[in-house]
């Protein structure tokens, strides 16, 4: 989302957009667990209309927010602009990608600012390609499928950004992901670990390890996790670097047989997870 909020910086200055903020539930700002039910709008101005970025309101919301809503920028649930889009797409796909492509057709162009918005754009463009890439599709860049993106920037850009993020050394996140692709591979070869999924295998691992998505995608080996979620406490449990037919089974069969509930996934895009039910207290 930085990357966005940079983008629409650069058109605000260009008098494009009168800018950006964050929407509210329930009293606090929105988090990705409830972004789907914004409430309320804190400093939203008067009558601009609003382009909702991978969001949406509440039916509790008022209804003049539902109204002001001109467009949808989104990629992940069935209906949104890039949710179906393949690798060869990830550009019009990518949130990132439908921002920029949105504001230059829909407002710079109109206005005959298209050069100028390209000019602004430009020193961050090659950035948010790889940017988009990466969120829409890490696999298939892996895999060379994005085109214009050789496997070696996206690993190296991949393990920059990552260090800067997590303020390691780069060398850091270079052997957290050795050591994640060394544990993929040893429970590889390990039968009770593995189970096959529409004609290939996934891994299963009891619980997550650093940097298990990247490893994952850099191997080309579908991994099964468990986690916490830090804000709603629910057993997370996904499958990441699947196969578009892995993920479909897996999202209509393991998670029914594991009683998962708020299932979601992206074949197209290679993951899936739900959550276990809450227990109960007695």
Partial sequence: ?????????????????????QGWSKGSPVHPGNAYAVDQCPGLPGDVPLVLVECGFAESAPKECHER?????????????????APEAFWEGSSIGQVVNWINSDLAEPQAMGPLFAEAVAPHMRDLYLAAAADHCLKAAYEECCPGISSEEIETWRVQTRAKHQNQ????????????RATIMQALHNPEQ????????IVRLPGTI??????????????????????????????????????????????????????YGAPVRGFAGGYQPMKKED
């Fill in 194 to 201: 593995v189970v096959e999924i529409a004609g290939g295998p």
């Fill in 210 to 263: 650093n940097e298990l998505p990247e490893a994952s995608m850099q191997l080309g080996v579908p991994v099964e996790y468990r986690m916490e979620d830090a804000r709603s406490k629910r057993i997370k449990v996904g499958l990441i670097g699947g196969e578009p037919a892995q993920i479909e089974e897996w999202m209509d069969r393991f998670a029914r047989d594991y009683g998962l509930e708020d299932v």
């Fill in 1 to 21: 989302m930085a990357r966005i909020k940079t983008v629409v910086g650069l058109a605000r200055k260009l008098g494009l957009v009168s800018g950006y903020i």
């Fill in 69 to 85: 809503v001109i467009q949808r920028v989104d990629h992940h649930n069935p209906g949104d602009p890039g949710f179906d889009c």
């Fill in 169 to 180: 050394p780069e060398e850091t996140v270079r052997m957290r992901i050795r050591e994640a």
